[in-house]
């Protein structure tokens, strides 16, 4: 039986990490230190919660979880950050406010020359949302889009952190994701953290070089980035969702928030029911020689 709330038996671990993780803090670092500390982490709530953010995307935070994701990948204020192909902004106007005073955000986009009948509406939202200076600061922009146009990701070695939320099954799709992964590598500084969140497949399914379905195996992913020369650091379950078995008629944008029910045998509120898909975090590190 599928459960209405997915994320309701993950609520008291959390809650009781993230007491934990405070009083460790407060034990091991100066004043200086926490205040600093305490500052980032309320701007990045702010970021993500804040009232310039529609009800709708500000709602999904309960799958998507971008405060905890964004600390896990450890994304300070100060840093560089690359957001892969960021679609439609949903982590953008997360990023954006946080990086806007101290760091600076750069996007990928669709290439101008895209053949996707999607891609210059998608482009054109992205660069409308960051045209706001007092909320983005100066966003930069590149395109990387496979099969055919794959830019380097700004000036190489200067990036403190390469994230890409929910891509790399389109990569896959082209047969390019060992390319594109070689592109986060070159724009990373040496030490530097890629994060990925991607929907996860499971173990026990072998897994598809074309991704057709979505979703992605885990060991797959962290082969994939050793395979060019990461490191990989850990991975975390706070973007899992243990009632997604990921075996759903249309892949996995059966699931919310597509719900591309047509030719399941189960109703659309079955599959709200389930939420969003379930989804590795994890990330890796650029040796530091």
């Known amino acids: 039986m599928v459960s209405t709330s997915p994320l309701k038996s993950l609520i008291p671990v959390a809650f009781a990490s993230t007491i934990l993780t405070g009083i460790l803090l407060g034990c ?42 964004l600390k896990f990948f450890e994304v300070k204020p100060d840093m560089k950050v690359a957001e892969i192909a960021p679609g439609g902004g949903w982590y953008t106007e997360i990023l ?23 891609a210059p509406k998608l482009n054109q939202r992205i660069r409308s949302l960051t045209e706001n200076k007092e909320l983005f600061g100066e ?53 530097g953290i890629l994060g990925v969140v991607e929907h996860r497949a499971k173990n026990s399914k072998k897994q598809d070089p074309k991704a057709a379905s979505g979703y992605v195996r885990e060991d797959y992913v962290i082969d994939l980035a050793k395979s060019v020369g990461f490191e990989f650091l ?23 928030p597509r719900l591309r029910t047509k030719g399941s045998a189960k109703s659309e509120s079955f599959y709200q029911a389930i939420g969003e898909s379930d989804r590795m975090t994890v990330k890796f590190r650029k040796p530091l020689k």
């Open 234 to 256: 850990a991975k975390s379950e706070i973007n899992a969702n243990y009632n997604d078995d990921s075996n759903h008629t249309n892949g996995v944008w059966t699931l919310p």
């Open 28 to 69: 091991s670092h100066s004043p200086h230190h926490r205040k600093g500390h305490h500052m980032g982490h309320r701007k990045l709530h702010h970021s993500a919660y804040g009232t310039h953010r529609s009800d709708e995307n500000r709602m999904r935070n309960i799958y998507r979880h971008p405060v905890e994701t």
């Open 139 to 191: 966003v930069s922009f590149s395109s990387l889009e496979t099969p055919n146009t794959l830019e380097d990701i700004g000036v190489e070695g200067t990036f403190d952190r390469v994230l890409t939320f929910r891509n790399v099954h389109n990569w896959m799709k082209d047969d390019k994701a060992k390319e594109v992964f070689k592109k986060f590598f070159k724009a990373l500084k040496p030490g």
């Open 96 to 118: 954006g406010p946080y990086l806007k005073d101290r760091g600076q955000l750069h996007l990928t986009l669709f290439s101008d020359q895209s053949k996707r009948s999607y």
